[in-house]
């Protein structure tokens, strides 16, 4: 156990130095581990962490691998049989199924946080994903275009609440400088389903005729089950908020909850709930910042989701791959962005950056993106779907951690985890409109589309980085408080 003197030393190091030279709440630079109490030495710490990193973020990473992959398979169902027998060919068919489920999805995000904060992200959070499983398998027998689509908007409600959930309940365990990497592992566990939904679904596609049913038929029905299994073992598997961590399955003793809270308080001060009220949590909604987050973010996935829907359908149609070379091809550019990912959340979390992320990111799709639409060669074009890919993905935690350790407060953080994914959805409407069948087979304004966002990308992070610059100059000179807390800077 740490000594008295040792207590001091550490709980002096979840103080660290801002970028103006100014001692600030956070974590320490060195450790990464954050405040230590009398309690613990810091080896007892990361191990402690680490077994919630195991528990948490495993367990989040995975049922999100399911949610993202149940979402998603609509373009390796497209290819294998489902577009010519719902005549989803017709118009706009195709894009409108997959629009849909963005409605619902938008729509019931705000309250469905709440309900997750109120409920329990253990109870509420494996219902849902048992719910939507119910729902995939439903679209596996599906006789015409329109049951597909009513089935697609049921979706999105039941998803609505698991993302921001997630994101939400992550935030609130760890310390400022510890979110990246947690929030990268978290989501690169869910990019395996975008590597390996393609190599699934061509498995899947191989059951063609059993049972009378078409092969992207199983693919809906056996990823269906899949979901509920993951969904029922979420139930015991999934942990509480902090402060409601004893009611999780065999996890934390109350000295370890303790130390935890302890911790996220001497961070940021925020690990208490205050009461909930509709006022507290819709006046979040006023500060202007947290729609500078949700703009970035929703720039991030017009590009992201763009690439999850028509990538088999690009490199099947516009590269000239067979069906099942298309579905494979898929794998190979998921796993170089989860290196990436993991890479830059590394350096941010090490150096406290995080515009400097999200600006590198966005340069690498950049890069990729004129690659992968003009140049002649196919060869050369699917490496520009690698920085694509990379570039796209990598911001996505990158930009749930610059928007997580800029606010404070349990219900100020639930809202911007609600507006955050909730800009992110509409950003999957504009990835699926963007890229549209009469623009096939090269998809140039999809490719002119997805470079303006993350043009914008930068501009927003240059801006917002400005203004935290100059906001925590003035809270240095004894100004305005930042976030109501003395002591607290902005990160950028």
Request: hydrophobic share 50%; proline share 3%.
């Amino acid at each position: 156990m740490a000594t008295a003197h040792d207590s001091e030393k550490y709980v002096h190091g979840a103080n660290h130095i801002d970028h103006d030279g100014n001692k600030t709440f956070g974590s320490d630079s060195n450790s990464g581990d954050g405040y230590i109490d009398e309690e613990y030495t810091p080896a007892e710490a990361r191990k402690l962490i680490h077994r919630i990193d195991r528990r948490l973020v495993t367990t989040c990473g995975v049922m999100y691998c399911i949610s993202l992959m149940d979402r998603t398979n609509l373009s390796a169902a497209a290819i294998a049989g489902m577009t010519r027998e719902l005549r989803l060919d017709i118009g706009f068919r195709y894009s409108i199924v997959g629009l849909v489920f963005f409605i619902t999805y938008i729509i019931f995000q705000p309250p469905c946080t709440v309900i997750v904060r109120k409920g329990g992200p253990r109870n509420v959070l494996a219902a849902i994903t048992l719910a939507w499983g119910v729902v995939m398998i439903g679209m596996g027998f599906t006789k015409n275009w329109t049951q597909l689509l009513a089935l697609r908007l049921i979706l999105g409600i039941f998803e609505a609440g698991f993302f921001p959930g997630c994101v939400y309940l992550l935030s609130t365990w760890y310390v400022r400088y510890d979110m990246q990497k947690r929030y990268s592992v978290f989501y690169l566990i869910g990019s395996l389903a975008s590597a390996l939904a393609g190599i699934l679904a061509y498995g899947l596609m191989q059951m063609q005729g059993l049972a009378g049913l078409g092969g992207w038929r199983w693919i809906f029905i056996m990823e269906g089950i899949i979901t509920c299994l993951i969904g029922i073992a979420g139930y015991w598997l999934l942990v509480d908020f902090p402060d409601k961590a004893h009611k999780s399955w065999r996890f934390l003793n109350d000295r370890e909850i303790r130390f935890i809270i302890n911790r996220v308080n001497k961070d940021r001060g925020d690990a208490a709930v205050e009461p909930f009220s509709m006022a507290r949590f819709l006046v979040a909604g006023t500060d202007v910042k947290i729609w500078g987050f949700a703009l970035i973010f929703f720039c991030i996935t017009t590009v992201s989701y763009a690439i999850a829907y028509f990538l088999p359908i690009i490199l099947r149609n516009g590269l000239g791959y067979s069906v099942a070379a298309a579905q494979c091809l898929v794998a190979p550019p998921y796993a170089f962005a989860a290196i990436v990912m993991y890479g830059t959340a590394w350096v941010g979390d090490k150096y406290h950056l995080r515009g400097p992320i999200l600006i590198f990111n966005a340069v690498l799709a950049l890069i990729g993106l004129p690659i992968m639409g003009f140049h002649k060669s196919n060869a050369v074009r699917y490496f520009g779907v690698f920085l694509t890919t990379a570039g796209a993905n990598a911001n996505i935690p990158a930009s749930m951690a610059y928007q997580a350790n800029n606010i404070r407060g349990q219900w100020k953080r639930a809202f911007c985890s609600a507006s955050l994914v909730g800009l992110g959805g509409v950003g999957g409407i504009a990835g699926l409109l963007v890229f549209r069948s009469q623009d096939a087979p090269n998809y140039i304004p999809g490719i002119y589309a997805c470079i303006a966002c993350n043009l914008l990308i930068i501009l927003l992070v240059a801006c917002l980085s400005a203004y935290f610059v100059m906001a925590n100059k003035r809270a240095a000179r004894g100004g305005k408080l930042i976030e109501g807390l003395e002591g607290f800077r902005y990160t950028y």
